[in-house]
Antibody, heavy 118, light 111 residues
C-alpha cells in the first residue's frame, strides 16, 4: 500500500524559507503516469493546490506561489520536496503530500502543520 | 477566493438526498474533468468522485457526480450521520499555464 509521509519543521519564522520533504513508501515515484505534489489547507479554510511534478517531467506551480516555490524530486531517495521562500503568516497551513493521476488524487499524506511565526 | 464556487453549507435528514453544486467557467469545469473530495475534521481528504461521475473502489453508490456546462454537482442519497463532512470540488484550469482549482467547500450537516 502506497504511503506518503511529510516531514519538516513545524515552525518557520517570517521571511524565511519553508522546506518540506515527502517520503514515499510502497511504490516508486519513477513509475506510472502519476504526478506528485503538494496541497495545503490554512486553518478553517479550503484546500489550495500548491504544485506538482508530473510523470512527463514537467513541473506545475500555483500562479500565486510560483515566484516563491520550488518542487523537486529525488528518485534515488523516493522523495518529493518543496521549498517556499519569504513566508508570511498567510503560509501557515497543513501541508499535504499527494499522488494524483487522471483518476484524481487518490493518495494523501497525513499532513503536517507548518506555522509561520516569530 | 476560490474560482470554483460552492455553497458554504447544506443539510439534510437521515435517509434524504442532498445535492451540492460547484460552479466554474469555460477554462475549467466546461472543458476538464471534475473531482470531488470528502474531508472529515482533522483528517486528510478522500477522493470521492473522479472524472465527473466515476466512483473509486470502495465508495458507496449513494454518492454520485454529474456535470453540465460550467457546473457540476455531487448528490448523496440515503443520507447517513457519517456523511457529515466537508466536500470539495476540483478541476484543472487551463489558464495561466494550468493549475488545479478547488472550490471553497460545502459543509454537510446531517440533522
Amino acid at each position: 500500500q502506497l504511503q506518503l509521509q511529510e516531514s519538516g519543521p513545524g515552525l518557520v519564522k517570517p521571511s524565511e524559507t519553508l522546506s518540506l520533504t515527502c517520503s514515499v513508501s510502497g511504490g516508486s515515484i519513477s513509475s506510472g503516469s502519476f504526478y506528485w505534489g503538494w496541497i495545503r489547507q490554512s486553518p478553517g479554510q479550503a484546500l489550495e493546490w500548491i504544485g506538482h511534478f508530473s510523470y512527463n517531467g514537467n513541473t506545475y506551480y500555483s500562479p500565486s506561489l510560483r515566484s516563491r516555490l520550488t518542487i523537486s524530486v529525488d528518485r534515488s531517495m523516493n522523495q518529493v520536496s518543496m521549498s517556499l521562500t519569504s513566508v508570511t503568516a498567510a503560509d501557515t497551513a497543513v501541508y499535504y503530500c499527494v499522488r494524483g493521476s487522471g483518476s484524481g488524487v487518490a493518495y494523501w499524506g497525513q499532513g503536517t502543520l507548518v506555522t509561520v511565526s516569530s | 477566493q476560490s474560482v470554483l464556487t460552492q455553497p458554504p453549507s447544506t443539510s439534510g435528514s437521515p435517509g434524504q438526498s442532498v445535492t451540492m453544486s460547484c460552479s466554474g467557467s469555460s477554462s475549467n469545469i466546461e472543458i476538464n474533468y471534475v473531482y470531488w473530495y470528502q474531508q472529515f475534521t482533522g483528517t486528510a481528504p478522500k477522493l470521492l468522485i473522479y472524472r465527473n461521475d466515476q466512483r473509486p473502489s470502495g465508495v458507496p453508490d449513494r454518492f454520485s457526480g454529474s456535470k453540465s456546462g460550467t457546473s457540476a454537482s455531487l448528490t448523496i442519497r440515503g443520507l447517513r450521520s457519517e456523511d457529515e463532512a466537508d466536500y470539495y470540488c476540483s478541476a484543472w484550469d487551463d489558464n495561466l499555464g494550468g493549475q488545479w482549482l478547488f472550490g471553497g467547500g460545502t459543509k454537510l450537516t446531517v440533522l
